[in-house]
């Protein structure tokens, strides 16, 4: 298999501590190493893994290259503008045909939290097990703990022949729920979390691609003819629709296994999952860096080099960079977006 | 007279932005002066004040003579130790004695608001009539706006021959009272705070001072003595029993009076002191430096070099200086004084 890293993101969820230039797959938000940097590990650790590709932005890529070990430089592949994943994945694919016709790649997001590599490596390998058989697209599907609403679900048949490698039919793929609705695909026992991860050979990618997105595979032709010829293909790009994967393809194809995720796995989507996978100490406070928090429960501090103090309070995101801090309830996390939409009118770029 | 200013205080409360090396009262906390520069200026402008001396620790004198304009260097009166507010004054009242026997002196802390210079020259002629015609102790009491539960209480006599200069005989001086009691003082109609605000004849003060602090006034004497022969007196002072004025000598001579207050104050004893002074914006929020509140009211931010958010929150007090940041619901900034605490047991000297 092929590793694909998805690394274009920006991870505005994460400021103050993101920016455009050091978005959250740069940061070392659990443990030492960046985020991308540990999926890059993760899968080169792999037996079964050639080789390992990161696609990115233009502004990102020269840091990219400089910062993470294990890739080769001709390995990050460049988008030269954002097109949301099913342009992105299309592009990555097109290179690796040129390896191997009947490569597989496997697709990872390069921000997320997995704990468990050899469980990871197995959940993988049935995957690749499953494209390989089926000449279909699988993805990998998280088991829910609770009704999230902020994740997209996967509707599985448990009655799949394939169960023998924790594989299963995919009925539906259905976008973020509300409340209600999550906790009825909770009780029902048989939606998984759509995690991001895909693996398929990529002949069947580009089966499915010419069916489904048939301009997105036209305009993939005409890049390719430029590549080769060693032409610029940035007005082409350009031209394309964005389109997320999950919208232009896995919902629209009938080929679309899921194979159950064994590992532990974290989006860390914004700080409140940060603060979920953190050690607690007492009072079920998190607190990263220099501070304290007196008389105040379920806070989170994140602080670089600078001493923060939360005193009689509960429930609290704060962190603090050199130039920038955030207090934000834990519970409204996801307005970060909100603030970072603020900076940018106001053309704060100092601060973005 | 001669203004005197006890500017020996830590203002602890006003952590992270006050220091040991730097306190409230060389805070510019509002305005673009300090607290201390303010008090100096405010007297150094009254027609009837002959000059101003500064009583300080060891520790802030040599910063003040820098800092401070207005106040020649030898009228800065160093106390070898903090011995609260009774042996301070009575150092200062020796110094004056010195000058003029007939002296008046006035007292005024280095680090309350008063808005309305004329008023308060006003006021302070009035308490300094009231002195020479009554030899008495007069201390100018603030009419109280809210049961406060922060300050000391006035009780006067209404029907004081005295009322024309706005000046009344004192009944009782009560200390801080809780909340049911301190709404029974605002009731009543006869309860003043005590702004901690003094005007008498030096003779005055040590006969008053030799009645109801006789141990005191024994030592004054013996270190006037060193003084005189310019020998050491530091041991003699570190043996001094530290007392405050109010409970020293104000809660139990019987020639008091007080004048009322004519100008607006706010003794700025913490945090939300100052937010209640300050102009507020939009959801009665006071941001002051660089930040931005969001989805929160009555939130106040300050903000050294340092953009500070508050999303979703109310009632935050959030103080962020160039190495520590506090964050504290603004009913609870008494508390700051608990976290200071905190950081004198964890010898954080690098923060205190």
Request: aromatic fraction near 8%; charge should be positive.
């Amino acid at each position: 298999m092929y590793g694909v890293i998805m690394a274009g993101g920006r991870g505005t969820r994460f400021w103050p501590s993101s920016r455009k230039e050091n978005p959250k797959q740069l940061l070392n938000i659990i443990g030492n190493e960046t985020m991308l940097q540990m999926t890059v590990d993760r899968l080169q650790k792999m037996k079964n893994v050639d080789d390992v590709f990161i696609v990115t932005g233009e502004d990102l890529a020269p840091k990219i290259k400089k910062m993470i070990k294990g890739v080769k430089p001709k390995n990050i592949i460049v988008e030269p503008s954002g097109k949301n994943t099913a342009p992105a994945i299309a592009l990555a694919a097109l290179r690796i045909r040129e390896l191997r016709e009947d490569a597989i790649m496997g697709v990872f997001p390069a921000d997320h939290m997995i704990v468990g590599a050899q469980k990871f490596a197995k959940t993988v390998r049935s995957a690749i097990q499953l494209a390989n058989k089926n000449e279909s697209l699988v993805t990998i599907g998280i088991e829910p703990t609770y009704p999230a609403t902020g994740y997209g679900y996967i509707q599985y048949d448990r009655n799949s022949p394939e169960d023998y490698l924790n594989g299963f039919k995919v009925k539906t793929f259905a976008e973020k729920p509300h409340k209600e609705l999550a906790k009825r695909f909770l009780d029902s026992g048989d939606f998984l979390w759509n995690g991001g991860m895909f693996v398929w050979k990529v002949d069947t990618f580009f089966n499915q691609l010419k069916s489904h997105m048939p301009d997105l595979n036209d305009q993939l032709g005409k890049i390719k003819k430029r590549i080769d010829d060693k032409q610029n293909w940035s007005r082409l790009w350009n031209n394309i629709e964005p389109e997320s994967i999950d919208y232009g393809l896995m919902e629209k194809s009938e080929h679309i296994y899921v194979v159950k995720a064994e590992f532990n796995w974290n989006d860390l989507g914004s700080w409140d999952s940060v603060f979920e996978v953190s050690p607690k100490s007492k009072g079920q406070n998190v607190v990263r860096g220099d501070g304290v928090i007196m008389d105040g429960e379920n806070n989170f501090i994140q602080s670089n080099g600078h001493f923060t103090a939360v005193v009689g309070a509960s429930n609290l995101v704060v962190v603090n960079t050199p130039d920038a801090t955030l207090i934000i309830p834990k519970d409204k996390v996801e307005d970060v977006k909100s603030l970072v939409a603020y900076l940018e009118k106001h053309k704060r770029n100092d601060l973005l």
